[in-house]
């Protein structure tokens, strides 16, 4: 297993990280005071190819893999961990997994879109009393002729009301709990019957837009049934554990920006005539994130290396979202003790480093349900996919 990353590689991450330092970061503080999106983000990104990892070039893709998409959302994320959910919105979500169990107009419909930034995209799983059960869903999909007919609601949807295209996954057959779920492809520029509401009070990630969606009588044409019929719990599962590599991604990111930030600070800050780095409970805090910091980076690079490939990794990937989720609530907690009273104000980061750290361990599945897929497979009640 060689995470020594190629010349190639390497310019792929120094691409991201330039981009992210001109194009994001400037405007950082002004998007989160606002809780602005930025569009143009998105298709600049797709103007990069920072969109089209995993996909070949005949659906637009940039046909590199998941070490690459890796390291360029590492470096997105360590600049302003809201930026993340564009890949993983984008490419991990409706864009890879239409490769997957899509047709062939359904892949050149949708795809090239995607990877170009033409289309924002989402998905949407969850709603107000179903989150980590899946099966447990209402929203409906009952056949009607020529279309499906979706009624029901989603609620926390990232992106839902800004996405041009997203995948929703309703009830098919309601009295089948899991294996009556199917998943549809919704042009949401061009279907009546949804409303998508924003979301603003949210703890943190302010300029990532979050949505409830209401559905009425939403009429979505038969060729837009994602794969077969009522095996949409299993596509849901397929595309989380790709989707949950943003997650790990972006937590041992933000876990690396506040270990940034912190051994910055510390050697700027003085007290009793000296750095306070030099005092021993601030190394033993600086030693505890860089600890925590080198194996989140190192599990993401696993999970990384088994999908490149082809291995099992459902557990991999589960470790390292749930340990990157730790990380980076352990290191954004210290960063702000670090910074003291400075860390409290809006002067420093510290206050967004920990807002936007604590969604790490809801989003994606919980951190519980990922103790539960770890410890599951390793006592072998279920397969390591």
């Known amino acids: 297993m060689d995470f020594g990353f190629s010349e190639d590689q390497k310019m792929i991450a120094e691409l991201a990280a330039d981009f992210a330092k001109k194009e994001i970061a400037p405007h950082i503080e002004e998007d989160e005071e606002n809780h602005f999106y930025r569009r143009d983000i998105l298709t600049q990104m797709g103007e990069l190819g920072l969109l089209g990892f995993n996909i070949p070039e005949e659906y637009g893709g940039n046909g590199l893999g998941w070490m690459e998409a890796v390291a360029a959302l590492y470096e997105i994320a360590k600049v302003h961990t809201s930026w993340r959910l564009s890949i993983s919105g984008n490419v991990w979500g409706p864009a890879l997994t239409i490769l997957e169990y899509g047709t062939e107009e359904q892949k050149q419909a949708y795809i090239p879109g995607l990877c ?6 989402s998905f949407a799983i969850t709603e107000a009393n179903s989150g980590s059960d899946v099966s447990g869903m209402k929203m409906t ?16 949807i990232s992106g839902g009301h ?7 996954y309703a009830k098919t057959d309601p009295t089948a709990g899991g294996k009556g779920i199917s998943c549809f492809i919704v042009d949401y ?11 603003h009070k949210k703890v943190g990630m302010w300029p990532a837009p979050t949505s409830e969606l209401v559905f009425d009588n939403a009429r979505i044409p038969k060729a837009n049934l994602l794969g077969p019929l009522n095996r949409g719990f299993q596509i849901c599962m397929w595309m989380l ?4 590599m943003g997650c790990a991604t972006g937590g041992a990111a ?19 005539g000296q750095p306070i780095g030099k005092f021993q409970m601030i190394q033993q805090q600086i030693a505890e994130m860089k600890l925590e910091d080198e194996a989140a980076l190192a599990l993401v690079y696993k999970a990384a290396w088994l999908k490149e490939n082809k291995l099992p990794n ?3 990937t589960s470790i390292a979202k749930l340990f990157g989720s730790n990380a980076a609530v352990h290191a954004a907690n210290l960063a702000m003790k670090i910074y003291g009273s400075y860390g409290y104000s809006d002067e420093y980061p510290c206050g967004r480093w920990l807002r936007d750290a604590k969604q790490f361990e809801i989003l994606e599945g919980t951190s519980n349900i990922h103790m539960g897929i ?6 072998g009640y279920q397969p390591n996919r």
């Open 141 to 156: 999909a009952k056949d009607d002729g020529d279309f499906w007919v979706l009624n029901g609601s989603k609620m926390w």
């Open 116 to 121: 170009s930034g033409e289309f924002a995209g």
């Open 162 to 168: 800004t996405s041009d295209i997203g995948l929703v």
């Open 314 to 316: 459902q557990q991999a």
């Open 374 to 379: 770890v410890a599951g497979i390793e006592l």
């Open 189 to 199: 520029n061009n279907t009546e019957g949804v409303e998508r509401i924003p979301i």
């Open 241 to 244: 554990n790709n989707t949950r």
């Open 254 to 272: 933000l876990s690396a920006a506040c270990l940034e930030g912190a051994v910055q600070y510390a050697n700027e800050r003085t007290q009793f």
